[in-house]
Each structure stands twice: as C-alpha cells, then as structure tokens.
C-alpha cells in the first residue's frame, strides 16, 4: 500500500522503490478508469494530457494592413467610394492535447472558496463521452449537505 507523498507520479515512483516508474506504468496502464483531479506537478500533467490524447483543432489568423495614402486627388475619391480591402484571412490545422496539462491547475478544488464544487476529469476505455472521446470533464459539490 501507498503511504506518503503519491498524488503526483513522483511521489508514486519513489513509493515503489528502485524500479517505481516501471512498476507504476505497468499498472496505471491496466487500470481502464482514471480520475484526474487538480495537480501542478508538471510531470504528473503531461502524462495526463498524453493520456487524454491529442485532436485536431483549427486556428484563424487574421491580417490587416491599414490602406495606403492616396496618391492623388482622383485616388482619394475612387478610395472613398471602393476602399482597398487590406484584411486577409488563414486558417490553418494542427494537433493539440485534448486536456493541455496546464488545464489540471485550474480545476476548483472544493471548499467556501469554490462554492463546494470539485472538477475532475474522469477518462474509461470502450465507452465514448461528447465528441467520441473516451474522457469527460465532470464536478461535483463536495459536501451534499451545503447548498
């Protein structure tokens, strides 16, 4: 059994001794649910976030230049009647995490300051939350009794 320090996956690595992070892979690896709470070890997140894995998310980029001055006199009328168009539009696709492992600090953590409430990711295989994946954002309140 787990004693100290094992919210965190250096905590459980040192637990189990010299051949901890193996031992420990091996058996969060067999565990099909796993609920993940608020953490700011870094290393303990970025496993999370691998674990959640990655989606293809789009990012627009949007450009403008101001118009340039008028050349002349008869610039500045045909400008004021069909301004140049100076703004540009991208788009572009690329993979991010599903859960970025910055996204583990901010879950409230119960208690007055958060209304009671706990957020949690909770992730199972073989069974599909919002959007096909195989994880689901979720909070409860902390103590039933507070309303």
């Known amino acids: 059994m787990l004693y100290s320090d ?46 959640f894995g990655t989606e293809i998310h789009t990012r627009y980029t949007v450009s403008y230049a101001p118009p340039q001055q008028p050349k002349d006199f008869f610039d500045a009328i045909r400008q004021s009647f069909d301004p140049p168009s100076r703004t540009s539009v991208s788009e572009a696709q690329h993979w991010e995490y599903a859960v970025r492992p910055e996204e583990f600090n901010t879950l409230r953590t119960g208690g007055p300051e958060h209304d009671f409430m706990v957020d949690a990711y909770i992730t199972w295989m073989g069974l599909s939350a919002e959007h096909d994946r195989h994880f689901t954002k979720i909070a409860f309140r902390q103590n039933p009794q507070q309303e």
């Open 6 to 51: 094992t919210q965190n996956l250096p905590g459980v690595y040192k637990e189990l001794g010299r051949d901890g992070e193996n031992i420990a892979n091996s058996v969060f690896g067999n565990l099909n649910t796993k609920v993940f709470h608020n953490n700011s070890d870094p290393q303990t997140n970025e496993w999370a976030a691998k674990h």
